[in-house]
Nanobody, 123 residues
Framework: QVQLAESGGELVQAGGSLRLSCAAS????????MGWFRQAPGKEREFVSA???????YYADSVKGRFTISRDNANNTAYLQMSSLKPEDTAMYYC?????????????????WGQGTQVTVSS
C-alpha cells in the first residue's frame, strides 16, 4: 500500500521560508512523478508544483520564483522549499504521486495522496 507522509508545515510570518518534505513508502514503482497541491478554506484544490523522475520541474504561476521542488530518488522523498511566503499561500499542502514518466498538473492524474500538512502565513 502506497503511503505518503508530509511534514514541515507550520505557522510562519509573511516573507519567511519553510521546507515541506514528503516520504513515499510501500510502492514498487521504478519511475514516478511527485507533486504538491494545496487547498485553502473555501477554495478548490490547486496545483503547486511537480517533479518528474528525471528531474523536470513544473510550477504554478503563483509560486514560480518563490518555491523550489526537488527529490531524492534514493530515499523516495520529495521536498518543497518555499520562500518569500505570502498570506495567500496559507493552505493545506498535499503530497501526491503518479506512477510513470509523465507529469501532469491535474489532480485527477495523481492516484496517491498524503494526508496533508498545514501551512499558515501570517501578515
Amino acid at each position: 500500500q502506497v503511503q505518503l507522509a508530509e511534514s514541515g508545515g507550520e505557522l510562519v510570518q509573511a516573507g519567511g521560508s519553510l521546507r515541506l518534505s514528503c516520504a513515499a513508502s510501500g510502492h514498487t514503482f521504478r519511475y514516478y512523478t511527485m507533486g504538491w497541491f494545496r487547498q485553502a478554506p473555501g477554495k478548490e484544490r490547486e496545483f503547486v508544483s511537480a517533479i518528474s523522475w528525471s528531474g523536470a520541474t513544473y510550477y504554478a504561476d503563483s509560486v514560480k520564483g518563490r518555491f523550489t521542488i526537488s527529490r531524492d530518488n534514493a530515499n523516495n522523498t520529495a521536498y518543497l522549499q518555499m520562500s518569500s511566503l505570502k498570506p495567500e499561500d496559507t493552505a493545506m499542502y498535499y503530497c501526491t504521486l503518479s506512477p510513470g514518466w509523465g507529469t501532469s498538473l491535474s489532480s485527477s492524474d495523481y492516484p496517491y495522496w498524503g494526508q496533508g500538512t498545514q501551512v499558515t502565513v501570517s501578515s
